[in-house]
């Protein structure tokens, strides 16, 4: 499974790399993507995680390189989507924060359990939200930096579309990934845990 992870999260970097719409937003976009994939192999032999959360990885990293190839303002199916629905706004980036709280969360989570770092399921569950609030937080300071470093350039990775909430938008969709990760994932990712404890 591993080399299939891998091979697939090439192919996606290649191909978004390839004649990107903004050669920059595509950098900015991809980069954690990278980082990820770095740290992913980096962490494999001494902590390694559950199959549920490499494959929800895996999906981050490929939402971020389609982002990053069209721009999350630009991504063709989100276009035909928001036609349908009767919007002006490709929501693509919406589908890329929603990730953007689900995997941190679900990392957070086994992290936690693993370590035993909290005690009591409420207080593990209240820190693993605000850990995620606080990952989507942190990329919006990053944003604004970038921002307000390369101006203009900058409005294809923002991808406010006009709208003036964009980012508390943003973070409340964040927030909403965390919470369906702890609603809808916890059990099967604690089945998950138990086989690779008894590992």
């Not at 990278?34 to 490929?62: D, E, G, N």
């Not at 990053?142 to 508390?168: H, K, N, P, R």
């Not at 964040?174 to 086989?195: I, K, P, T």
Request: one cysteine or more.
């Amino acid at each position: 499974m591993k080399y299939l992870w891998l091979l697939l999260y090439l192919l996606v970097l290649l191909w978004s790399g390839i004649a990107p719409k903004d050669r920059f937003t595509w950098f900015l976009e991809v980069i954690p993507a990278v980082l990820a994939f770095i740290v992913v192999i980096v962490s494999y032999r001494r902590f390694c995680l559950t199959p549920l959360l490499y494959i929800l990885i895996l999906l981050h990293a490929v939402i971020l390189m389609i982002g990053g190839h069209y721009t999350y303002a630009e991504v063709p199916w989100f276009n035909h989507l928001s036609e349908w629905m009767g919007s002006t706004r490709n929501n693509f980036d919406k589908l890329g924060y929603f990730a953007q709280g689900l995997v941190p969360a679900l990392l957070t989570r086994e992290i936690i359990l693993r370590k035993g770092v909290i005690a009591g399921r409420r207080w593990q569950n209240f820190f693993i939200l605000t850990c995620a609030l606080a990952i989507s937080a942190c990329y919006e300071l990053i944003e604004w930096w970038v921002a307000v470093v390369s101006g203009e350039d900058a409005e294809a990775f923002l991808g406010t579309q006009g709208y003036i909430w964009d980012t508390q938008a943003d973070m409340a969709t964040a927030l909403l990934g965390a919470v369906v990760a702890l609603l809808l994932l916890s059990r099967w990712h604690d089945r998950q845990l138990q086989v690779l404890r008894s590992r």
